[in-house]
C-alpha cells in the first residue's frame, strides 16, 4: 500500500525566514510525488512534481523539492518566505488502485507566515 | 477559460435533499475524479472515471451516484444528504489514467452544507 506522512501539521515562519515542509512517502513502485498548495478558500494548485527526473525538483513562486529515495522523503522548501505563501500544503504520491493509479493525499501542513 | 469548473460553489441544503454538483474539463483530459475534502483538510478519492468508465469506486455510501455523459463531464449525484456529507468535494481530470509523470488538475471545490 502507498501513503503519505506529513511530519508537521503546522508551520510558522517568519516572512524573509527559510520554509521547510517534511514529507515521507511509502510506495511500492516508483513513486511520482507532487506538492499542491490550497489557498484559504480555494482550489488546488499544483507547486512541482517528481517523475523520476531530477531529483532536485524546482517549481513556482521559488518552491523546490528534492525526491531523496534512500530516506523516502520529499521535502518541500523555500529560501524566503513571503506573506501570500501562506497556506495549506499537500504532499502526494500517485498511486495504484486496481487498474489505475490515484492520488493519495498527506494530511496537509498549515503554513502561517509571521510580518 | 477555467480548465476544471465546478457548479456550484457552495451548496447549502435540508438533510434528506437529493443535489447534484457538476464539473466540466476542457482541456481534452481522459481521465475525472472527485474527491471529498473533510473538516480537517483530508483529501480522499471517492470515484475516478477513465473515457465515461468508471476506474475506481472507493468505499462510499450508495446514496452517491457518479455520472459521465461523455469524457468532458462528471457530475456527482448525492441522495438523502446527511448531516455527515457536509464538506469539500474537488473534481479533477488527468490526461490518460496512469498519473505518472503527470498531474491532476483541480477544480475549484463545491462546499457543501448540510442542516
Known amino acids: 500500500a502507498q501513503s503519505v506522512t506529513q511530519l508537521d501539521s503546522h508551520v510558522s515562519v517568519s516572512e524573509g525566514t527559510p520554509v521547510l515542509l517534511r514529507c515521507n512517502y511509502s510506495s511500492s513502485y516508483s513513486p511520482s510525488l507532487f506538492w499542491y498548495v490550497q489557498h484559504p478558500n480555494k482550489g488546488l494548485q499544483l507547486l512541482l512534481k517528481?517523475?523520476?527526473?531530477?531529483?532536485l525538483v524546482k517549481g513556482i513562486n521559488g518552491f523546490e523539492a528534492e525526491f531523496k529515495k534512500s530516506e523516502t522523503s520529499f521535502h518541500l522548501t523555500k529560501p524566503s518566505a513571503h506573506m501570500s505563501d501562506a497556506a495549506e500544503y499537500f504532499c502526494?504520491?500517485?498511486?495504484?488502485?486496481?487498474?489505475?493509479?490515484?492520488?493519495?493525499f498527506g494530511s496537509g501542513t498549515q503554513l502561517t507566515v509571521l510580518p | 477559460d477555467t480548465a476544471v469548473s465546478q457548479t456550484p460553489k457552495y451548496l447549502v441544503t435540508q438533510m434528506g435533499n437529493d443535489k447534484s454538483i457538476k464539473c466540466e474539463q476542457n482541456?481534452?483530459?481522459?481521465?475525472m475524479y472527485w474527491y471529498k475534502q473533510d473538516s480537517k483538510k483530508f483529501l480522499k478519492i471517492m470515484f475516478s472515471?477513465?473515457?465515461?468508465?468508471?476506474?475506481i469506486n472507493e468505499t462510499v455510501p450508495n446514496r452517491f451516484s457518479p455520472k459521465s455523459p461523455d469524457k468532458a463531464h462528471l457530475n456527482l449525484h448525492i441522495n438523502s444528504l446527511e448531516l455527515g456529507d457536509s464538506a469539500v468535494y474537488f473534481c479533477a481530470s488527468s490526461p490518460g489514467r496512469s498519473l505518472v509523470n503527470t498531474e491532476a488538475f483541480f477544480g475549484q471545490g463545491t462546499r457543501l452544507t448540510v442542516v
Open positions: 502526494v504520491v500517485s498511486a495504484r488502485s486496481g487498474s489505475a493509479r490515484q492520488l493519495t
Open positions: 472515471y477513465n473515457n465515461k468508465e468508471l476506474i
Open positions: 517528481y517523475t523520476s527526473a531530477a531529483t
Open positions: 482541456l481534452g483530459h481522459d481521465t
